[in-house]
């Protein structure tokens, strides 16, 4: 069984910053891929981040590119989000999952079978 704990959501000014942490239990957490999805209020659950297993490979969804980072700490089963820039629109509860996959080629929710209780993130203007 794998559980994932995530941190550092919290309420930020248009233009900051903020780090999430997903830390993971289970050895075999570190085999597999992990992403980020958010659930803004009244929508649909979305995408925001890949990262393979190894670290070497990330993929983002359009709307966040060069303003978000993905990362890993294997060592600390870690996965981390900072976020820069930040607009109101990026306001929703972010939720990490591991993926069943350990490549990044299918980011879609079906692959993945864990998923963390989520954090608040909000973005005031």
């Known amino acids: 069984q794998v559980q994932l704990v995530e941190s550092g959501g919290g309420l930020v000014q248009a233009g900051g910053s903020l780090r999430l942490s997903c830390a993971g239990s289970?050895?075999?957490?570190?085999?597999?891929?992990a992403a980020w999805f958010r659930q803004a209020p009244g929508k649909e659950r979305e995408f925001v981040a890949i990262i393979s297993w190894s670290g070497e490979d990330t993929y983002y969804t359009d709307s966040v590119k060069g303003r978000f980072t993905i990362s890993r700490d294997n060592a600390k089963n870690m996965v981390n989000l900072q976020m820069n820039s930040l607009k109101p629109e990026d306001t929703a509860v972010y939720y990490c999952?591991?993926?069943?996959?350990?490549?990044?080629?299918?980011?879609?929710?079906?692959?993945?079978?864990?998923w963390g209780q989520g954090t608040q993130v909000t973005v005031s203007s």
């Open positions: 999952a591991r993926s069943r996959l350990s490549g990044i080629g299918d980011y879609t929710e079906g692959t993945y079978d864990y």
């Open positions: 289970g050895r075999t957490f570190s085999h597999y891929a």
